[in-house]
């Protein structure tokens, strides 16, 4: 039975024939080896992109930079604001504009299958956001809680919020695949590239939602491990997003499974 890392509304009762497992596992080796020969752009960790998505991995930096904030006894809860807010300066959307936290947090999901069931409970649309505000502030539910469990409650926070946007990238790229014009390595695979990129990061699956499913993994070996059974996932929904192998169902069928694992 596979196991999860971060809970959502889609359960805990998936489950994957091992013999799949070796089927898709084959074919991202094989995929893998193409895209080598071919000159592709760097692997990101078990993940081969095909597109530069070196600016998107450097997220990991900034989640890294928040927690280190948090670090100690006298947590600086106005520098990890002000991380979240403006940015550690580690990843760029164009020269003059840092991508953030915050601005995973506040974009309007709606229309996302992962986003909205999380909608249709009840949460606001820049949910990941009031809680973040609130933990940092210590106001609402988390007024009068110990350091311990601000800090843990930030952190893990972070993670959920990093997997939403994940979320996001890859609807995007199925949403791209949809139209001839977007359908390609430059604007559909590039979203799904994007999605591994914020899933993984620049520092060997360290700070960003990979490492979470890593560690549940060792809380149950016996299990399917995660962490690696994910990754012929994300290469399968980029297969199914490229020129000359296109599949909206097979991108989708990707993607469903993704979000099982989470």
């Known amino acids: 039975q596979i196991k999860f890392g971060l809970a959502t509304d889609y359960g805990y009762s998936f489950f994957f024939p091992e013999a799949l497992m070796a089927i898709y596992s084959h074919a991202a080796a094989v995929f893998l080896a193409a895209l080598s020969s071919a000159g592709a752009y760097p692997a990101i960790g078990p993940y081969m992109p095909v597109s530069n998505v070196h600016e998107h991995t450097e997220m990991s930096k900034e989640v890294a930079a928040f927690n280190d904030a948090l670090t100690g006894d ?27 936290l915050h601005g995973f947090a506040i974009k309007d999901l709606t229309g996302e299958s992962f986003a909205d069931r999380f909608y249709a409970s009840g949460n606001s649309k820049d949910f990941w956001n009031d809680w973040m505000q609130a933990a940092v502030a210590g106001t609402g539910v988390f007024s009068g809680l110990s350091r311990a469990k601000r800090v843990t409650s930030l952190k893990k926070g972070i993670l959920g919020l990093v997997t939403l946007y994940t979320s996001h990238e890859l609807e995007a790229g199925i949403a791209k695949g949809a139209v001839a014009s977007t359908l390609g390595d430059k604007d559909s695979a ?16 360290l700070y960003m939602p990979w490492e979470v499913a890593k560690k549940r993994d060792l809380d149950f ?30 991108a989708k069928a990707a993607r469903d499974t993704i979000y099982k694992m989470w």
């Open 190 to 205: 590039h979203a799904w590239d994007e999605g591994w990129a914020f899933y993984y990061g620049a520092d060997d699956g």
């Open 221 to 250: 070996p016996n299990g399917t491990e995660v962490h690696t059974a994910i990754v012929a996932f994300f290469h399968k929904g980029l297969v199914a997003l490229r020129n000359g192998t296109y599949s909206d169902v097979d």
């Open 74 to 100: 006298n947590p600086d809860y106005a520098g990890a604001k002000n991380i979240y807010e403006k940015g550690a300066g580690h990843s760029c959307k164009t020269t003059s504009t840092q991508r953030t």
